[in-house]
């Protein structure tokens, strides 16, 4: 079985010139326009593999598209600045090229933008793979007065261990839960319309600070189903949550719990062959479907 790391992607306005274009022709993107067609546009970057290039720092990532149709695609990414690989024989150690590559799976269906990245040594942390799509997207949607964040999913339970760990000791000073600007509908139905309006309205990501008042400890209730909301927004939207335990470091929720998901070998072995039923298509699309919004 081949695992994943989940992530999912979240669009942001550009309200502030940033770009190397006349001022007057970045007021004439309409961003509300970009934003009601961020998939759409999403849809046209990834279509257009002759001018598709993956970079970070002016470097090139070779890839080569598999699958890409209503909204799904398949590729690999190669790591073409990966160190050579040295090997000996007849006692002669001698050096090779070695590009590895790992596969990236986008759903960028109907609310659903997700993406999951194949867990092997192909690539490091800097820049790790997500970092590269998310340079490249981003690149590519400034001239829509877009930007986007690709950040990982992650389990809800690692916030009840520090919860429970905390209150065990000295309590909880405060917690942060920063929730993404307005994108897919059913995370906003789980920040509620209070604080997706806030966000259209200042232009921002809006935190929720809860404090202990009178230096006593917040009270945290597994029975409290806005909480229970809070905490599965962020985690389905991949902001991690601040907790500041009494006497302690600030953890932060979401670092140690990524999300992962498995595929079969079969499903991915040879994604470049003619497939007369069409079966490793429906294999991936099977795979994302498994992908859920809130993992517990």
């Not at 999951?116 to 800097?126: H, L, T, V």
């Not at 927004?233 to 600030?250: N, T, V, W």
Request: aromatic share 10%; charged share 30%.
């Amino acid at each position: 079985m081949a695992k994943f790391q989940i992530y999912t992607y979240m669009f942001r306005p550009v309200m502030e010139k940033q770009m190397d274009i006349p001022f007057e022709e970045f007021q004439k993107i309409n961003v509300q326009d970009s934003l009601d067609k961020k998939q759409d546009l999403t849809r046209e970057i990834l279509d257009d593999n002759e001018h598709l290039k993956f970079t970070f720092n002016a470097v090139e990532y070779a890839h080569k598209m598999y699958i890409g149709r209503d909204g799904i695609y398949a590729l690999r990414i190669a790591n073409t600045v990966h160190k050579p690989t040295k090997y000996e024989t007849d006692f002669k150690v001698m050096k090779q090229d070695n590009h590895p590559s790992c596969i990236a799976i986008i759903d960028n269906r109907k609310d659903r933008q997700i993406i999951a990245i194949e867990q092997n040594s192909a690539f490091g942390k800097d820049p790790s793979l997500a970092v590269i799509i998310q340079t490249t997207l981003r690149k590519a949607l400034q001239h829509h007065r877009l930007t986007l964040d690709v950040t990982p999913k992650f389990h809800t339970s690692d916030f009840w261990q520090v919860v429970d760990t905390s209150m065990m000791l000295k309590g909880i000073e405060y917690v942060d839960f920063p929730f993404a600007y307005p994108n897919l509908p059913e995370i906003s139905n789980l920040v509620g319309e209070y604080m997706s309006n806030i966000a259209r309205k200042t232009n921002s990501e809006p935190t929720l600070h809860l404090k202990g008042q009178n230096k006593e400890s917040v009270q945290l209730s597994r029975e409290d189903l806005w909480l229970l909301s809070a905490i599965k927004a962020c985690a389905a939207s991949g902001r991690p949550i601040l907790i500041k335990p009494k006497g302690s470091e600030i953890r932060k929720i979401g670092v140690d719990s990524p999300v992962y998901e498995e595929i079969s070998d079969a499903a991915l072995k040879e994604l470049g062959e003619k497939d007369l039923f069409d079966s490793k298509y429906k294999a991936i699309v099977e795979f994302l479907n498994t992908i859920k919004l809130v993992y517990e």
